[in-house]
């Protein structure tokens, strides 16, 4: 914790988007005009009870919620504990991106915008973006590395099935920095017909602040459903983070509630102390990067390119803003898991629940299976369950492979 003397929780972030010493809006010259548009069209319409209704309906109808707080009883009685995981991978696409890229399309229509712009790295993005895009009938260009477009095909297939464009970014390593920088030059150059649509809490305000309210339906939805089905509030919640915002989703309403401990979970991947890991606040250092001032990896400490950890979605050195502050505050605490860890706890749900869970919800459900010791059977806890893990199998098959040998027959077991 920092000795820096930070604002309460309430006032968080100011109305120039800091959280504390983190966030703000570091940007080009070009950048401010359409951010400063952006900013002015959330407010207005954040609050407004046609754009709240109409956000409520496509929740309903499109997507699927309110997702199910679900009682896993064999994963409780596993891990000694009452384990209810939040559905989000029961959303329309299977994860809870769309959450926010259906809120911001909608603002974008209300803004009178005609096309949108997003930047996607492992493609769930990218398909919840161009979905929404199709959903409400506007043009969509979808920015992606070259490798990313080779690395996740499939993405790429489903994105253009719906109408988008994939835009190849063809300079640096061809993955997720080339294609924002790529995204955000389109973005500059349309930005009268245009709306950049970001799918994290990360980047220049008001997207911290913005993602975070559309994406915390999750945890408004997970404190209504405790309240009804336990009659109190959780002992523990607990979610992975990337750039965070299924976390701060399931967070932000429990932030207040003292008693309730709150755990964000890190992709350690093959350990912090190696170069390969996306461990952000274990390891990090406050710095500036895509337009905010927030926790990062320092440059040199991982290896450039490739993959960091076992799950493409956490797979980002930085992370928001909000959460970096909810670290030096000490309220949220932060916790890194190997992959190892990861592919035995996604098979332990696989196999306990019937759930085949993606490997990002994964490192939560990893983190629970560490503590295993430390559990009571009467303690409540919810896991946010982000996504749904079949868009993993390949690189499970993959593994499991390199691990076992070619030869290791049908994967009845994975790794267990
Ligand atoms: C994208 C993704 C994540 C990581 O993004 P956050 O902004 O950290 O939530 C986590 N889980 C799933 C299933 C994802 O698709």
Redesign the pocket.
């Given at each position: 914790m920092s000795d820096q003397k930070l604002p309460p929780l309430a006032a968080v972030p100011d109305e120039k988007g800091f959280f504390g010493p983190y966030g703000g809006r570091f940007v080009p010259e070009p950048l401010v005009p359409p951010l400063e548009e952006l900013t002015a069209a959330f407010m207005r319409y954040r609050d407004d009870e046609d754009f709240q209704a109409e956000l409520a309906r496509e929740y309903l109808a499109y997507s699927g919620r309110p997702t199910p707080l679900y009682h896993a009883e064999r994963l409780s009685a596993h891990l000694g504990a009452t384990v209810l995981l939040k559905r989000?991978?029961l959303n329309h696409l299977?994860?809870?991106?769309l959450n926010n890229c259906l809120g911001q399309a909608l603002l974008a229509r209300r803004m009178g915008k005609q096309k949108i712009i997003a930047e996607t790295g492992?493609g769930?993005?990218g398909v919840a973006a161009a979905a929404v895009a199709a959903r409400l009938g506007l043009a969509c260009d979808i920015y992606m590395g070259e490798e990313d477009m080779r690395r996740q095909s499939p993405n790429v297939t489903r994105i253009q099935l719906m109408g988008a464009r994939v835009i190849p970014a063809t300079s640096g390593d061809k993955t997720l920095s080339n294609a924002v920088d790529e995204a955000i030059g389109a973005w500059v150059a349309e930005a009268d017909t245009a709306f950049y649509l970001l799918?994290?809490?990360?980047g220049p305000h008001p997207y911290p602040l913005m993602v975070r309210h559309f994406?915390s339906i999750i945890g408004q939805e997970a404190r209504q459903q405790v309240l009804e089905q336990y009659g109190r509030l959780p002992d523990l919640i607990t979610?992975?983070?990337?750039?965070?915002?299924?976390?701060i989703?399931l967070f932000h309403a429990f932030l207040g509630d003292e008693e309730v401990r709150i755990v964000g979970v890190e992709a350690g991947g093959s350990g912090v102390e190696t170069n390969r890991h996306a461990a952000t606040l274990t390891t990090g250092t406050p710095q500036v990067i895509h337009g905010m001032n927030t926790y990062c990896i320092e440059e040199g400490t991982v290896t450039a390119g490739g993959n960091h950890c076992i799950?493409a979605?956490?797979d980002?050195p930085g992370i928001?803003p909000e959460h970096s502050y909810l670290k030096d505050l000490g309220r949220v605490q932060y916790e890194a898991v190997e992959d190892r860890d990861v592919m035995r706890a996604f098979e332990t749900l696989c196999r306990l629940e019937g759930i085949i869970p993606?490997l990002?919800?994964s490192h939560a459900l990893a983190w629970l299976e560490r503590e295993k010791a430390d559990l009571l059977p009467d303690q409540l806890i919810i896991v946010n369950l982000?996504?749904?893990g079949d868009k993993d199998m390949d690189e499970l098959i993959r593994r499991r492979n390199q691990a076992l040998g070619d030869e290791a027959g049908p994967p009845t077991r994975l790794f267990c």
């Open positions: 989000e991978d299977g994860a809870h991106k492992a769930q993005h799918g994290s809490v990360v994406q979610a992975c983070a990337g750039g965070g915002s299924n976390a989703g799950a979605g956490l980002y928001g993606a990002e919800s982000s996504g749904r």
